[in-house]
């Protein structure tokens, strides 16, 4: 008879996975937090500061891009617990160093050296936890991870705001390499999944490349990265772009960058535990994705062409959009269940870096069209693309609710 229940092992890896995405959203999210804070203390002016902080952020996206590949490998070649040790530990300490910076050469490394770092732990402690629970309750890992991950978004935006001293920034990035640091005492009693342990050694691991060169696995990693695209244009143009956006279409009042970003996060972090249990409740992932993706779309309508929207409404709008795209627990678990154990970390851990690096060719999309047909449409087209790309990449994949991951690829 299956075991159907949740051991202490499993236990441990699900909180150390889970403060670990916390950690690294509040270091992803904290540099476009305080970027331009940052930035000033080093002496650039505002239009240095936009031109420079998108540099910044384009270097650590390819970090991220760098590192989804090399901790992928790792995972599937050394094991799931090493990633996560190496990751967490990376990132901690570029976080920490950080707050040290005197020039924009050692910024950018330091961004640079983050994004790798950040790019490994969520793909491992998905795969890990994944492959350590009953295939039953798969997806009660998966929503802890991510909805306690996103709440480390609405933690950076908060400790952001503490203080008013403009070296504050500084103290910020310290916080995040003591929180990775103390996180890794954690780490030291989580065990190696048993499906890694005993697969076997004749087996290729890690192999990236075979993705690309077997057309059935080629198609099944293309469609794990479609499904995750809404949730990066929501939080990469709808999100970042609000003042403008909200300014475009009459909002009635100022519209605060931080907390817009505190309340998109904060719905991610309520729709990331609410899709966790619809997906256990309908015993679908699948069904799952479609009623958030659909209700993206109708929200996405009403954000960019419901002209004269209060403040508190627009406000609201942006925490349910958050909400909408709060599916990520699911899709990083549906993206794990799609492959086998020998390419497992590699795809979990490289479908979330290629999403959100294909926020650049969106951004790229968004500004071509900005010049043709103005803000809002373009935010409207780009918006539609990447949710009904979503819906079709989802109604192409095999679903995986109940799927036996004891299998090689």
Not at 232 to 260: C, D, N, R
Not at 329 to 357: D, K, L, Y
């Amino acid at each position: 008879m299956q075991e159907t229940t949740i051991s202490k092992n499993a236990k441990l890896l699900i909180l150390v996975a889970s403060l670990g995405y916390f950690v690294d959203v509040y270091d992803l999210i904290l540099f476009g937090v305080i970027r331009n804070a940052s930035l000033a203390s080093l002496g650039l002016d505002k239009d240095g500061q936009l031109s420079e902080g998108l540099r910044l952020l384009n270097i650590q996206m390819a970090g991220m891009l760098l590192g989804g590949l090399i901790w992928g490998i790792l995972g599937d070649k050394r094991g799931r617990k090493s990633v996560l040790f190496g990751s967490i530990l990376l990132y901690s300490l570029a976080n920490a160093f950080n707050g040290m910076v005197q020039d924009l050469t050692v910024y950018a490394i330091l961004r640079f050296l983050a994004g790798i770092g950040l790019a490994g732990e969520l793909g491992a402690g998905v795969t890990l936890v994944n492959e350590s629970l009953p295939k039953e309750k798969r997806g009660y890992g998966a929503l802890f991870i991510a909805g306690t991950g996103a709440l480390g978004a609405v933690t950076a935006a908060y400790i952001a705001s503490l203080s008013t001293d403009p070296e504050w920034w500084r103290m910020t990035y310290y916080i995040g390499g003591a929180m990775g640091l103390a996180l890794l005492l954690l780490r030291i009693g989580t065990m190696e999944s048993s499906l890694f342990q005993n697969i076997e050694k004749s087996a290729p691991k890690g192999n990236f490349l075979s993705l690309f060169t077997d057309s059935n696995k080629l198609k099944r990693y293309i469609y794990c990265i479609l499904i995750g695209l809404p949730v990066w244009y929501t939080v990469g143009i709808l999100v970042l772009v609000a003042p403008e956006l909200s300014k475009a279409i009459g909002v009635q009042g100022e519209i605060k960058a931080g907390t817009v970003v505190i309340l998109c996060y904060a719905g991610l972090s309520s729709g990331d535990f609410l899709s966790g249990l619809v997906s256990q409740f309908l015993q679908s992932r699948k069904k799952t994705i479609y009623w958030f993706v659909g209700s993206s779309i109708i929200l996405m309508g009403i954000y960019l062409l419901v002209h004269g929207l209060s403040t508190t409404i627009f406000y609201f709008l942006c925490f349910a959009l958050g909400f909408s795209g709060g599916y990520w627990a699911v899709f990083i678990t549906m993206a794990s269940e799609q492959f086998g154990t020998n390419i497992r970390a590699t795809v979990t851990t490289t479908v979330p870096n290629f999403v959100r690096g294909a926020l650049i060719l969106i951004t790229l999309g968004f500004k071509f069209l900005m010049g043709h047909v103005g803000l809002i449409y373009a935010a409207l087209i780009v918006g539609c693309i990447c949710n009904f790309a979503a819906l079709w990449a989802s109604y192409m994949s095999e679903e995986t609710f109940d799927k036996d991951l004891d299998f090689i690829d």
